[in-house]
């Protein structure tokens, strides 16, 4: 997602409001909020993880409150979700968000 010039720190100051919330919902592995390490108004990347698709439906419930607040602050409204399986490879316990 790409914040509108100037925003990227109230973009993540927005998305770490959510996650004390985003933490708390059944069926969610993984959530973690990234950024360039060398472009300090580049594109912030969300990551996301659950365990069903009907707590990605949950979950894309309980964002759509806050979907107009997100867009306000981003150049262009945000790209849908891109939903993944996840590939098991080796086995590594780091490979996994999840069982």
Do not use: C, N
Not at 62 to 86: D, K
């Amino acid at each position: 997602m790409q914040a509108k010039a100037g925003q990227q720190g109230q973009l993540i100051k927005f998305l770490r409001g959510l996650a004390v919330s985003m933490h708390a919902e059944p069926g969610r592995l993984h959530y973690s909020v990234h950024r360039a390490i060398d472009d300090e108004e580049g594109p912030v990347t969300v990551i996301q993880a659950y365990s069903s698709l009907e707590a990605v439906e949950e979950h894309g419930a309980w964002m759509s409150t806050h979907i107009p607040t997100l867009i306000s602050l981003l150049a262009e409204p945000p790209a849908p979700p891109v939903l993944l399986e996840q590939v098991r490879l080796s086995g590594h316990p780091l490979e996994f968000f999840g069982s």
